[in-house]
């Protein structure tokens, strides 16, 4: 069965440092997306990519974080400055479409901030 | 908006005997629900999806749960645990308005023992 994979399982950054988090979305898919979960907290959105642009961002999603799609198979998030706040697990999702269509997760990436 | 409780933090059974994690969802649009599972270290894995179609909805690994619009609920059942069911579950809404973002409960943590 088809999967997401995400690279690195896990990435210690020192704070203030850049970070790219870096998903393979099934290949047929067409959305894509990106959540977090802070340890002992929900899973919260963070944003979701459509034809090349965000389609949906959350209040957490500020002008630290952006999204690319760099190639047809890759779909990055990357976080400028990272914060000790930062550090979660981020997950990365794709679906076929929106409505009534589940959305397939990769394993994860653990961000630990230092 | 949307938003879900999931009104146990923690389930604790005997193998062999029934699983009941309960849900409760808020949505301002006939919404589409989902349970996920997430084994320690591991992405989170569909269980099952309710879309408005039968309100008894079947899934993977013996996992089943019931739509009740009246009650908002969205329970997940099983008849008889078995110890590989142990791990953590979310119920999850689907709003319907935007592009595909979910809304995740708190989760509840499954402990099954012998």
């Known amino acids: 069965e088809p999967e997401v994979t995400q690279t690195p399982s896990h990435q210690v950054t020192q704070m203030g440092q850049e970070v790219i988090l870096r998903c393979v979305p099934i290949s047929n898919h067409l959305y894509f997306y990106w959540y977090r979960q802070i340890l002992g907290q929900k899973v919260e959105f963070l944003v979701s990519f459509y034809n090349n642009e965000i389609s949906e961002k959350s209040e957490i999603f500020d002008d630290q974080f952006s999204v690319e799609r760099p190639d047809g198979s890759n779909f990055t998030l990357k976080i400028r400055s990272t914060k000790l706040e930062d550090s979660a697990m981020y997950f990365c999702a794709s679906s076929e479409l929106t409505d009534n269509q589940p959305q397939h997760f990769g394993d994860g990436t653990r961000l630990s901030i230092l | 908006a949307q938003s879900v409780t999931q009104l146990d933090s923690h389930v604790s059974v005997s193998e062999g005997t029934p699983v009941l994690l309960r849900c409760n969802y808020s949505?301002?649009?006939?919404?589409?629900l989902f349970w996920y599972v997430q084994h320690p270290n591991k992405g989170l894995q569909l269980l099952l999806k309710y879309t408005s179609a039968a309100t008894l909805v079947k899934g993977i690994n013996g996992f089943e749960a019931e739509f009740k619009k009246s009650e908002t609920s969205f329970h997940l059942t099983k008849p008889s645990a078995h110890m590989s069911d142990a791990a953590e579950y979310f119920c999850?809404?689907?709003?319907?308005?935007?592009?595909?973002?979910?809304?995740f409960g708190q989760g509840t943590i499954l402990t099954v023992h012998p």
């Open positions: 999850v809404v689907h709003g319907g308005t935007s592009y595909g973002k979910l809304t």
């Open positions: 949505s301002s649009y006939s919404p589409s």
